[in-house]
């Protein structure tokens, strides 16, 4: 199997108040949407938004058991001075504030959110992983 992610698909409890999130709130634009799942071009991945009864249901899991789980997205930028205007638009935009931006003991910069589903995302400066003029990363 090649390393690389694909897609990243989220189970969400109401696919247009998720939908809305990120497209009105974050400014995303769908690549392709319909009443059953909506789709972003990231990069060289997709990122889904699907149904959390259907999603457990495609995998043949018990929705009432799934939760956000011990896990991050994360979306970096390409200087410091973005980390915090990102993440003032999603909690402005719905979103739950867990740790606001801050020096990261890493080295960089960096703060956390909740989308409307408990989602954790990481808006972070990273100055070891330069990011290409599309958008991808390298790690060095």
């Not at 990481?122 to 992983?129: C, D, R, V, Y």
């Amino acid at each position: 199997m090649e390393q690389r992610v694909s897609a990243v698909t989220l189970g969400v409890r109401d696919l247009e108040l998720s939908k809305s999130f990120y497209v009105d709130g974050l400014g995303w634009k769908p690549a392709f949407a319909d009443k059953d799942v909506v789709f972003f071009q990231t990069g060289g991945m997709v990122f889904a938004l699907y149904g959390r009864n259907d999603l457990a249901q495609d995998f043949h899991g018990d929705p009432a058991t799934l939760g956000p789980g011990a896990f991050a997205l994360a979306h970096n930028v390409r200087a410091k001075n973005e980390v915090d205007p990102l993440f003032k638009r999603a909690v402005a935009a719905g979103a739950t504030a867990l740790k606001p931006p801050q020096e990261a003991f890493w080295g960089g910069y960096s703060g956390y959110f909740a989308d409307p589903d408990g989602f954790a995302w990481e808006i972070a400066w990273n100055p070891n992983w330069p990011i290409a003029s599309d958008g991808t990363i390298q790690f060095r």
